[in-house]
């Protein structure tokens, strides 16, 4: 599969604990956040995402806190299982007209059996 | 399926020999865009479209061409690859405006550039 990055900060949890899985943005003016999941050999995929006028957002399974004091995103995987292993990314966008988003370097989970 | 789908998979080429990298989504999205992925860096975007014939630069767009005839296809060019484009790219496309809406990749096209 693709490697998607070698010195990527890793965690690693055992399988049925809960993983957090952080991310400091740089823009203060960034209003969405995108979590997305990248498994190898693919493309990213969109996992939840959250406005700047939220503070939490649940998913399946995932939630999705956004600290703006701070700029500070994390994404909290309840009950992680194997097949959450996989590269994790934040994104910032600047304002909803803004055409880039700003992804951070990922962060790898393993999940231990 | 919904999918965005690009080709080739894998290319291995020599520097200054041109290549197109074709992108391609069913979802009848207005937005793609392309990145390149490099190792600490993260996604990086080169290039997005708003629409058929509406193309802009994003971060990272020198040494590549994009073209957006039809709404379908968004094509990556690279008129002279040199090996500081050895990367791994992505296409991705999105109904609305990056900024509000989900953004769907593709697989990935791993460019070796030697």
């Known amino acids: 599969g693709e490697s998607v990055g070698l010195h990527l900060p890793t965690l690693s949890v055992q399988e049925g604990d809960n993983s957090i899985i952080n991310c400091a943005y740089s823009?203060?003016?960034?209003?969405?956040f995108i979590w997305y999941k990248q498994e190898s050999g693919k493309g990213p995929q969109f996992i939840i995402d959250?406005?700047?006028?939220?503070d939490k957002r649940q998913g399946q399974r995932v939630t999705v806190l956004l600290n703006k004091t701070v700029k500070h995103l994390s994404l909290q995987i309840a009950a992680t299982q194997p097949g959450d292993s996989a590269v994790y990314f934040c994104?910032?966008?600047?304002?909803?007209?803004?055409?880039?988003?700003?992804f951070g370097p990922g962060t790898r989970l393993s999940v231990l059996p | 399926e919904a999918q965005v789908t690009q080709n080739p998979r894998y290319l291995i080429t020599v520097t200054g020999k041109k290549l197109t990298v074709t992108c391609s989504q069913n979802?009848?999205?207005?937005?793609m865009s392309w990145y390149r992925q490099d190792p600490g860096l993260g996604l990086r975007q080169i290039y997005y479209s708003m629409n058929v014939e509406v193309t802009d630069k994003g971060d990272v767009p020198e040494g590549y061409k994009v073209s957006r005839k039809e709404k379908r296809n968004f094509p990556l060019i690279l008129e002279s690859p040199s090996p500081n484009q050895t990367s791994l790219y992505f296409c991705?496309?999105?109904?609305?405006?990056?900024?509000?809406?989900?953004?769907?990749f593709g697989p990935g096209t791993r460019l070796t550039v030697l």
């Open positions: 823009n203060s003016a960034s209003d969405y």
């Open positions: 991705a496309s999105s109904l609305l405006r990056a900024g509000t809406d989900t953004q769907y």
């Open positions: 959250i406005r700047s006028n939220m």
């Open positions: 994104a910032e966008n600047e304002d909803n007209y803004g055409q880039n988003f700003v």
């Open positions: 979802m009848n999205h207005e937005y």
